[in-house]
């Protein structure tokens, strides 16, 4: 379980492969990333990617599919309206 004052970074994989796309020290960053993914690749390469939260302890899963793409999108629209 993440507690406070912990390493934390965030993981995306590329699931069909089971290689790793990159590791960002913000979700923002992560989800950035995802959105200019699936611009080059189209948006049924959402279905490959899992984006995760690392840290010392462990890690959890933060989206997948297209609920990664939702979010990834979701948090774009978020930073143009603020």
Do not use: C, F, P
């Amino acid at each position: 379980m993440y507690t406070s004052g912990m390493a934390v970074w965030y993981e995306l994989w590329d699931v069909d492969t089971g290689n790793i796309v990159g590791t960002y020290t913000s979700e923002s960053e992560a989800l950035d990333e995802v959105r200019e993914l699936l611009a080059v690749n189209g948006a049924s390469y959402a279905d490959d990617l899992s984006l995760g939260r690392k840290h010392d302890d462990g890690g959890e899963l933060i989206a997948e599919g297209y609920e990664l793409a939702r979010r990834a999108e979701t948090a774009h629209q978020e930073r143009r309206t603020a």
